[in-house]
């Protein structure tokens, strides 16, 4: 991976997201934190490519739906980006800025970014 401002093998310019994930296992019992990720971008992402990429390259303990429709009709990719819910397999990130992702239903949360639909 290049570094800030480098350039990559296609000659684009490398760029940083910066994403803020609210992390939470309720089973553990372990308080609610927030983990910032950069992750290396030169084109703008789609949130479920961003957290791929974290999951990948970056913390293989990131739990996420990992499921994509590919018709933004199922909705199982909701996340709450900077406090309105999304679907994230449509939701672009550009490089350069900064975002806060967290789970869209507190409420029934399994893990991390991952809810019960039945709740």
Do not use: H
């Amino acid at each position: 991976m290049g570094r800030r401002g480098e350039k990559n093998r296609s000659g684009k310019m490398e760029e940083i997201i910066r994403v803020s994930i609210l992390r939470e296992n309720p089973a553990s019992g372990k308080a609610p934190g927030v983990q910032i990720y950069e992750v290396e971008a030169n084109r703008e992402m789609t949130i479920l490519e961003i957290l791929q990429k974290i999951y990948q390259q970056l913390d293989p303990t990131l739990a996420y739906r990992r499921y994509r429709c590919g018709r933004r009709i199922c909705r199982s990719c909701e996340v709450k980006l900077d406090g309105k819910i999304v679907r994230g397999c449509a939701t672009l990130l550009s490089p350069g800025k900064a975002y806060l992702v967290e789970p869209a239903r507190p409420s029934s949360l399994i893990r991390d970014l991952v809810f019960e639909f039945d709740k």
